[in-house]
Protein backbone atom coordinates (compact mmCIF):
# COMPACT_ATOMS: atom_id res chain seq x y z
CA UNK A 1 0.00 0.00 0.00
CA UNK A 2 1.40 3.45 -0.98
CA UNK A 3 2.12 6.24 1.79
CA UNK A 4 3.32 8.91 -0.41
CA UNK A 5 1.79 12.38 0.00
CA UNK A 6 0.27 13.16 -3.17
CA UNK A 7 1.02 16.88 -4.21
CA UNK A 8 -2.03 18.57 -6.41
CA UNK A 9 -1.48 20.57 -9.29
CA UNK A 10 -4.75 22.91 -10.24
CA UNK A 11 -5.71 21.41 -13.11
CA UNK A 12 -5.86 18.26 -11.48
CA UNK A 13 -7.61 18.74 -8.12
CA UNK A 14 -10.12 21.89 -9.66
CA UNK A 15 -11.48 18.82 -11.93
CA UNK A 16 -12.54 17.75 -8.39
CA UNK A 17 -13.59 21.15 -7.56
CA UNK A 18 -15.65 21.95 -10.37
CA UNK A 19 -18.18 18.54 -9.86
CA UNK A 20 -18.36 19.31 -6.24
CA UNK A 21 -16.54 15.71 -5.41
CA UNK A 22 -12.90 17.19 -3.71
CA UNK A 23 -14.01 14.85 -0.90
CA UNK A 24 -13.03 11.86 -3.60
CA UNK A 25 -9.18 12.56 -3.00
CA UNK A 26 -9.40 12.88 0.67
CA UNK A 27 -11.36 9.91 1.10
CA UNK A 28 -8.81 8.09 -1.12
CA UNK A 29 -5.34 9.17 0.27
CA UNK A 30 -6.70 10.26 3.78
CA UNK A 31 -3.76 12.39 5.60
CA UNK A 32 -1.89 12.46 2.10
CA UNK A 33 -3.28 15.09 0.18
CA UNK A 34 -1.06 18.07 -0.36
CA UNK A 35 -1.79 21.02 -1.75
CA UNK A 36 1.12 23.60 -2.14
CA UNK A 37 0.43 27.43 -1.54
CA UNK A 38 0.59 28.42 -5.05
CA UNK A 39 -2.05 26.25 -6.37
CA UNK A 40 -4.30 27.34 -3.70
CA UNK A 41 -3.30 30.72 -4.86
CA UNK A 42 -4.52 29.94 -8.72
CA UNK A 43 -7.81 28.52 -7.12
CA UNK A 44 -8.74 31.34 -5.22
CA UNK A 45 -8.48 33.68 -8.61
CA UNK A 46 -11.60 31.88 -9.63
CA UNK A 47 -14.77 34.01 -8.97
CA UNK A 48 -17.34 31.43 -8.57
CA UNK A 49 -18.97 31.69 -5.03
CA UNK A 50 -19.51 27.84 -4.94
CA UNK A 51 -16.23 27.05 -6.29
CA UNK A 52 -14.64 29.36 -3.65
CA UNK A 53 -16.67 26.85 -0.78
CA UNK A 54 -15.80 23.57 -2.27
CA UNK A 55 -12.10 25.07 -1.76
CA UNK A 56 -12.83 26.11 1.90
CA UNK A 57 -14.28 22.90 3.00
CA UNK A 58 -11.77 21.14 1.00
CA UNK A 59 -8.86 22.72 2.72
CA UNK A 60 -10.71 22.67 6.43
CA UNK A 61 -10.60 19.30 6.04
CA UNK A 62 -8.04 17.62 8.72
CA UNK A 63 -6.62 15.35 5.92
CA UNK A 64 -5.45 18.02 3.73
CA UNK A 65 -1.78 19.60 4.37
CA UNK A 66 -1.41 23.12 2.89
CA UNK A 67 2.25 23.60 1.73
CA UNK A 68 4.79 26.83 0.84
CA UNK A 69 8.04 26.50 -1.04
CA UNK A 70 9.61 29.80 1.15
CA UNK A 71 13.02 30.82 0.73
CA UNK A 72 14.52 28.25 3.11
CA UNK A 73 13.05 25.54 1.17
CA UNK A 74 15.16 23.03 -0.61
CA UNK A 75 12.51 22.62 -3.46
CA UNK A 76 12.91 26.46 -4.18
CA UNK A 77 15.82 25.82 -6.63
CA UNK A 78 14.18 23.31 -8.33
CA UNK A 79 10.64 25.73 -8.10
CA UNK A 80 13.36 28.31 -9.99
CA UNK A 81 14.51 25.68 -12.98
CA UNK A 82 10.92 24.42 -13.69
CA UNK A 83 9.24 28.07 -13.86
CA UNK A 84 12.47 30.43 -14.87
CA UNK A 85 15.29 28.96 -15.99
CA UNK A 86 14.73 25.65 -17.23
CA UNK A 87 17.71 23.37 -18.55
CA UNK A 88 18.30 22.24 -22.36
CA UNK A 89 15.44 20.21 -23.44
CA UNK A 90 13.16 21.04 -20.76
CA UNK A 91 10.38 23.14 -21.25
CA UNK A 92 9.22 25.79 -18.59
CA UNK A 93 5.85 24.89 -16.73
CA UNK A 94 3.35 27.13 -14.87
CA UNK A 95 3.67 27.69 -11.23
CA UNK A 96 1.33 25.05 -9.97
CA UNK A 97 2.63 22.49 -11.81
CA UNK A 98 6.42 23.57 -10.64
CA UNK A 99 4.90 23.64 -7.33
CA UNK A 100 3.91 19.75 -7.21
CA UNK A 101 6.60 18.30 -8.75
CA UNK A 102 9.22 20.41 -6.51
CA UNK A 103 7.57 19.55 -3.51
CA UNK A 104 7.13 15.98 -4.87
CA UNK A 105 11.24 15.09 -5.53
CA UNK A 106 12.37 16.43 -1.52
CA UNK A 107 9.48 14.93 -0.13
CA UNK A 108 9.42 11.81 -2.12
CA UNK A 109 6.04 12.09 -3.27
CA UNK A 110 3.51 11.37 -5.89
CA UNK A 111 2.68 14.38 -8.77
CA UNK A 112 -1.38 14.97 -9.03
CA UNK A 113 -1.33 16.24 -12.64
CA UNK A 114 -3.02 16.22 -16.12
CA UNK A 115 -0.61 18.50 -17.93
CA UNK A 116 1.98 15.62 -19.48
CA UNK A 117 2.64 17.54 -22.25
CA UNK A 118 4.64 20.16 -20.41
CA UNK A 119 5.95 18.27 -17.31
CA UNK A 120 6.70 14.57 -18.61
CA UNK A 121 10.25 15.42 -19.25
CA UNK A 122 10.44 16.76 -15.30
CA UNK A 123 8.75 13.22 -14.06
CA UNK A 124 10.67 11.18 -16.23
CA UNK A 125 14.08 12.81 -14.96
CA UNK A 126 13.25 13.18 -11.45
CA UNK A 127 11.57 9.37 -11.92
CA UNK A 128 8.41 10.69 -9.53
CA UNK A 129 5.24 8.58 -9.63
CA UNK A 130 2.23 10.51 -11.27
CA UNK A 131 -1.36 10.03 -11.50
CA UNK A 132 -3.97 11.83 -13.17
CA UNK A 133 -7.72 12.74 -12.92
CA UNK A 134 -8.70 9.82 -14.85
CA UNK A 135 -6.72 7.32 -12.73
CA UNK A 136 -7.64 8.62 -9.28
CA UNK A 137 -11.16 8.25 -10.78
CA UNK A 138 -10.62 4.63 -11.37
CA UNK A 139 -8.89 4.14 -7.97
CA UNK A 140 -12.28 5.71 -6.33
CA UNK A 141 -14.34 3.21 -8.71
CA UNK A 142 -12.19 0.34 -7.92
CA UNK A 143 -12.36 1.14 -4.26
CA UNK A 144 -16.49 1.29 -4.15
CA UNK A 145 -16.32 5.27 -3.56
CA UNK A 146 -18.39 5.60 -7.20
CA UNK A 147 -20.32 3.74 -9.47
CA UNK A 148 -19.27 3.51 -13.27
CA UNK A 149 -22.16 5.36 -13.99
CA UNK A 150 -21.27 8.16 -11.43
CA UNK A 151 -17.73 8.23 -13.11
CA UNK A 152 -19.50 8.82 -15.88
CA UNK A 153 -21.45 11.91 -14.84
CA UNK A 154 -18.47 13.37 -12.93
CA UNK A 155 -16.54 12.79 -16.15
CA UNK A 156 -19.37 14.75 -18.34
CA UNK A 157 -19.31 17.58 -15.93
CA UNK A 158 -15.40 18.21 -16.23
CA UNK A 159 -14.89 18.01 -19.56
CA UNK A 160 -17.87 21.03 -19.77
CA UNK A 161 -16.24 22.35 -17.14
CA UNK A 162 -12.84 22.69 -19.68
CA UNK A 163 -10.73 19.62 -18.54
CA UNK A 164 -9.78 17.61 -21.08
CA UNK A 165 -9.12 14.97 -18.65
CA UNK A 166 -8.05 11.86 -21.83
CA UNK A 167 -11.04 10.31 -23.00
CA UNK A 168 -15.12 11.18 -24.08
CA UNK A 169 -16.15 8.94 -20.71
CA UNK A 170 -14.77 7.38 -17.82
CA UNK A 171 -16.20 4.12 -19.74
CA UNK A 172 -13.52 4.89 -22.55
CA UNK A 173 -10.83 6.02 -20.21
CA UNK A 174 -11.22 2.28 -18.59
CA UNK A 175 -10.22 0.74 -21.29
CA UNK A 176 -6.80 2.69 -21.46
CA UNK A 177 -3.41 1.70 -19.83
CA UNK A 178 -3.36 4.41 -17.10
CA UNK A 179 0.30 5.51 -17.10
CA UNK A 180 0.12 9.13 -18.68
CA UNK A 181 3.45 8.48 -19.73
CA UNK A 182 2.47 5.54 -21.65
Known sequence: MLTEPLFFDTDCLSAFLWTDRGSIVTQLYPNRVVIP??????????????????????????DVEIRDIDLASPAL?????????????FKMVGRGEAAAMALAVVNRGIVASNNFRDTAAYIRDFGLK?????SILVEAYENGLISEREANAMWADMLTAGRWIGARSFTEFLGKPIDPLA
Do not use: H, W
Open 37 to 62: QLVLDELSRVATPAFQDRIAELTASS
Open 130 to 134: CKTTG
Open 77 to 89: PLYLEMTNRPRPG
